[in-house]
């Protein structure tokens, strides 16, 4: 596997551990709101930064397509 495809793992079970969700819930969230492809894209800069900001990140990035 990939780089960031290990790290989209990573952030999948970090995001599943916090909000609480199943690993099928968190896969369905990702891919209709296309969570897959934002950490992909920006993997350079999230894989630097701490667990609690790539949640929040990541639910602000959410938030920002459900609008």
Same mark, same amino acid.
């Given at each position: 596997?990939? @780089?960031?495809?290990n790290f989209l ?6 995001? @599943? ?16 709101f296309g969570v897959?492809? #934002?950490?992909? @894209? #920006? ?10 900001? &790539?949640?929040?990140? &990541?639910?602000? #990035? ?6």
């Amino acid at each position: 596997m990939s @780089r960031e495809g290990n790290f989209l793992v990573f952030c999948m079970e970090c995001y @599943r551990a916090e909000k609480g969700l199943s690993g099928r819930e968190v896969a369905a969230l990702f891919s209709r709101f296309g969570v897959y492809d #934002y950490v992909t @894209r #920006y993997f350079d800069s999230l894989h630097t930064t701490g667990v609690k900001y &790539i949640i929040a990140d &990541i639910e602000d #990035y959410i938030l920002s397509q459900a609008a």
